[in-house]
């Protein structure tokens, strides 16, 4: 577990004298997190994308319900079309092999029907069914793994804030200390004990602890920013994070529940129901219902035979396809796909081991981060120690400001590597998270 912060620095957060901090509204980690469930504009889109996978799941099973279309059409023949007759047919007497033309029908022709089509087999359509509800699925652990992306950003936004805020806390330490030496170097100087140089130095050294701090709390303004970005909420919205950093050790699972691996087993689903449906093709034929029922009509306008009659014409019957050749297109898809199937494999054995080797590194890296944070807190405490003796000493002649100049480094430095330490401990210990599968609790 992360060892609490140094006392001191939650004494000076709480008196921080941070003006805007006051009209802040302070944010939990989890309020953070909760908003952005409803307000991150990817989580929406997402969450489109689910609703876009069921509809097209639906359009897939719609092929199954019967189709039914009206069709009509007029012609009009300004030559009739023309047919052969065997001279025969009219005539016994005539030789055999004598034709005739003659042109059959009227010139005004309507045609007018409903036509109903249903399918009663097709491997393609209940392939296409199977493969739609597959890539609902895979596009459910999008929208999941996108969650703890953005859950991942979130958390790792929220903890750059807070270790802004300590290093802010830190500063304004160092810049009373500093304000205090000042004071002190300039009391030295009225009695003549001390070099204008010296009371120089103790300026400079005030002046850039001010700019890093103005630097500082610059960064922190955009850090807020990006959180509130990722939450989805205004920019004009004033927001604070809660100073305290409390971080419990992960508990890690198994890592074949990670989102990737499982994102890739669902697209090998996917690829062999592709395949599947592919070869189902190849040697199943179709069946389907058809039906219909219309009128056909007949016109002629020269008078004074003009006539516009209609007559009724209706079916119904079954209609069987089966592939025979098709130009071993579908071959090579099947191809294609065990292909796409291989590199799926592959991919998988990939992601597993990378992720193994990430996991045991991040492990490494916490345990190292967790020890050094146990060590820079007591450097700080110590750093601390020696630069109150350090002051004293120079209020009592036995120092020169160079020590005390020096003393007041070593213990920015040792708050620099503390803030450091943090740093690593708080992102190996997300990254760990986050390979394990269980960044979401």
Not at 157 to 176: K, T, V
């Amino acid at each position: 577990m992360l060892v609490n912060t140094h006392k001191l620095i939650f004494g000076l957060i709480v008196l921080f004298g941070w003006n805007v901090a006051r009209a802040q509204e302070v944010w939990t980690l989890k309020q953070c997190i909760d908003t952005a469930q409803v307000h991150n504009k990817t989580l929406r889109i997402n969450r489109n994308n689910i609703s876009i996978s069921e509809q097209r799941k639906k359009e897939a099973q719609a092929n199954l319900i019967p189709k039914v279309t009206a069709n009509t059409d007029y012609k009009y023949f300004m030559e009739l079309p023309t047919q052969l007759m065997p001279m025969n047919a009219l005539n016994p007497q005539a030789p055999e092999g004598q034709f005739r033309d003659l042109q059959f029908g009227v010139p005004h022709n309507i045609n007018a029907n409903v036509q109903l089509a249903m399918p009663l087999y097709n491997p393609q359509i209940y392939g296409a069914i199977q493969s739609t509800q597959i890539a609902k699925e895979l596009t459910e652990l999008h929208f999941q793994k996108s969650a703890e992306q953005v859950l991942f950003d979130i958390t790792t936004l929220y903890y750059n804030a807070q270790i802004i805020l300590h290093h802010l806390a830190f500063l304004d330490s160092n810049i009373a200390n500093t304000g205090k030496l000042l004071k002190n170097m300039e009391l030295l100087k009225d009695q003549l004990l001390a070099k204008g140089s010296d009371v120089s130095k103790v300026k400079l050294q005030a002046e850039q602890l001010n700019t890093q701090r103005q630097n500082v709390n610059y960064k922190l303004i955009q850090v807020l920013n990006a959180l509130k970005l990722n939450m989805g909420i205004s920019f004009e919205q004033n927001i604070s994070v809660v100073s305290e950093i409390q971080q419990k050790v992960s508990l890690e699972s198994n890592t074949r529940n990670i989102l990737d691996l499982k994102i890739i087993q669902k697209q090998n689903q996917l690829l062999h129901s592709d395949l599947k449906t592919l070869n189902q093709s190849r040697f199943l034929p179709s069946l389907n219902l058809i039906a219909s029922y219309g009128t056909t009509g007949f016109g002629y306008d020269k008078t004074p035979n003009d006539f516009l009659k209609f007559y009724p014409i209706g079916f119904a019957g079954l209609q069987l396809t089966y592939p025979l050749f098709n130009g071993t297109v579908t071959q090579r898809k099947i191809n294609q796909k065990k292909l796409e199937i291989s590199n799926n494999e592959l991919q998988a054995q990939l992601i597993g081991d990378k992720n193994k080797m990430e996991t045991e590194n991040a492990l490494r890296q916490r345990t190292i981060a967790q020890q050094t944070v146990i060590n820079t807190e007591n450097q700080i405490t110590l750093a601390q120690s020696i630069y109150e003796q350090t002051i004293l000493q120079q209020k009592q002649g036995t120092a020169i400001l160079t020590d005390v100049l020096l003393a007041d480094n070593a213990l920015r430095e040792a708050q620099q590597n503390y803030l450091s330490a943090v740093i690593d401990y708080l992102k190996a210990d997300l990254e760990l998270k986050k390979l394990a599968g269980t960044i979401k609790n």
